[in-house]
Structure formats: structure tokens, C-alpha cells
């Protein structure tokens, strides 16, 4: 195993993502309405490639352009719903 | 993640795992935005509930799902390399990983049980309880999956357990932030 390896990128990415939108969240008590609505949008945004890097190296959809599309093109429908919903309320 | 492709449809791995990926995505997902729609009608109320949960311990979770993910990717690898010794040793360490998933979480439901926060105390603790516990099914699911892919540790079997794994993790990080940090 090398840093250069997809696998371990990929991890690399998902911890420091992960650990990006628990810090944000953990700030956000503190900050005013219109800074944690932001917040928010961030962790979804956060989420959203997450699961696209899981997709894409865990599940190999990498070297599936079509499947890698449709997926992305689902997985943001949903985040843009949740964050459409978020930010109504 | 893998060299073997499905003939067809030219996804990598077992097709009818992509089936159960998509209905599970479907299924969480729908639950999801019934959450968030939910959420409308009383975001106060969802928010002290949340204040309620522990969010660093959700995220130390994360980080071990992730991981988790990862050495069930090399598990993989290493059996479509014909090293089943290695690829039995990551499929354990993916099952070691996954039990600390379910200690942390078992600490957390004790800790909210304790509290006395039950299914009915608000709406937002119905759909906590709800997902996380049929998540963490599918996490025991997994490990048990994983399991007995390790005995013999044929390429075939262990990919189509990785992508159940993957499946469980990928579930992990569109739950984590809508139920636990927005």
C-alpha cells in the first residue's frame, strides 16, 4: 500500500471529509442563524461526495462512466432535496 | 475495486448486489426527506432532540465505517490476487472494525435508553431509533456476510461481500449528517 494507491486516496478523502462535516457541525451551536444554515448546506455537500468517492473507488464505479453518472445524477437529486428541505426550515 | 466486470450491464461485481445498493439507497433515502419534511413542521423541536445525540462519538463511527471500507476493498484485491491468507486477514480486520461500529453504538442507544428517550418521545427519536437500529442490522448483516466469505476466500464470494459492506457504509455517510449534524 502506497499513498498513491486510488484505495487509500479515496480513504484519505472520506476521513478528513468526515472529519470536516463533524467539525462544522460541532461549531455550528455557536454561530448565527444565517452561518449554520451555511453550515448545513456544507455538511450535505459533504455527504454528497462521500458518497461519490465510495461509489466511485470502493464500488469501482470509477471505470463505469455511464453507472457513474447515473449514480451521481441520483445521489444529487437527493442532496439537493434534503437541501431545499434544510433550508425551509 | 475490482477487474471482474458483469457482462451486460458492464458493472463491476455481482449484478444483483447493484439491485439491492439501489433499493437500499432508494429506501433510506426516501425515509430521509420524509424526515426532513417532517422536520418543517417543528425544527425546534428537531433540533433539541439532536442537541440530545452525540455527535463526535457518530463521527469517531464515520471514521471506522470508513476504514472499515477500505480494508474490505483490500480484502478484495488481495483475494482476486490469489492471496487468500491476506485477503482472510483484511476481511477480519473489516469485521473487527465493523464491531466497534456496534460498541460505540451500543454504548449510544444505552446512554439515550438511560435517558429514557424512547421511540415515541418525539418524532425525531422515532426515525433515530428507526434507521440507526435497521442500519446497524445490515452492519451485523455485513460482518456475518464477511465472515463467511473468509473460510474459503474465493474472488467471487469476498466481491460480492466488499459491495455489501460498501453498501452499508455508503448508507452510513447520507444517515450521519441528516440525522446527526444538520
Not at chain 1, 24 to 33: H, I, K, Q, Y
Not at chain 2, 63 to 90: C, I, P, Y
Not at chain 2, 136 to 164: K, N, P, S, T, Y
Amino acid at each position: 500500500m502506497r499513498p498513491s494507491d486510488p484505495l487509500i486516496r479515496a480513504w484519505l478523502a472520506l476521513v478528513a471529509l468526515s472529519a470536516l462535516a463533524t467539525g462544522v457541525s460541532l461549531l455550528r451551536p455557536d454561530a448565527p442563524p444565517w452561518a449554520a444554515t451555511v453550515a448545513g448546506a456544507a455538511i450535505l455537500v459533504l455527504a454528497w461526495l462521500k458518497a461519490r468517492v465510495i461509489l466511485n473507488r470502493y464500488l469501482g464505479l470509477a471505470g463505469v462512466p455511464g453507472a457513474r453518472r447515473g449514480f451521481g445524477a441520483g445521489l444529487g437529486a437527493f442532496a439537493l432535496a434534503a437541501l431545499v428541505l434544510y433550508a425551509l426550515g | 475495486m475490482t477487474e471482474a466486470v458483469h457482462p451486460r450491464t458492464g458493472l463491476p461485481g455481482e449484478l444483483i448486489m447493484w439491485v439491492l445498493i439501489v433499493s437500499e439507497l432508494a429506501v433510506f433515502g426516501a425515509a430521509l426527506l420524509i424526515f426532513l419534511v417532517l422536520r418543517l413542521g417543528d425544527p425546534a423541536g428537531f433540533a433539541a432532540a439532536q442537541d440530545q445525540l452525540h455527535r463526535l462519538s457518530a463521527g469517531v463511527n464515520t471514521m471506522v465505517l470508513v476504514t472499515s471500507g477500505l480494508v474490505a476493498a483490500l480484502a478484495v484485491r488481495a483475494a482476486e490476487a490469489e492471496q487468500r491468507a491476506l485477503a482472510r486477514r483484511w476481511l477480519a480486520a473489516a469485521i473487527l472494525l465493523g464491531g466497534v461500529f456496534l460498541v460505540l453504538k451500543g454504548v449510544e442507544y444505552a446512554d439515550a435508553a438511560r435517558r429514557g428517550i424512547g421511540l415515541e418521545t418525539h418524532v425525531f427519536f422515532t426515525f433515530y431509533w428507526l434507521l440507526t437500529l435497521f442500519h446497524a442490522a445490515h452492519v451485523l448483516a455485513g460482518m456475518i456476510l464477511l465472515g463467511i466469505v473468509a473460510i474459503r476466500a474465493q474472488a467471487d464470494a469476498v466481491e460480492a461481500a466488499g459491495q455489501f459492506w460498501h453498501m452499508v457504509d455508503l448508507v452510513w455517510v447520507l444517515l450521519f449528517p441528516v440525522i446527526y449534524l444538520l
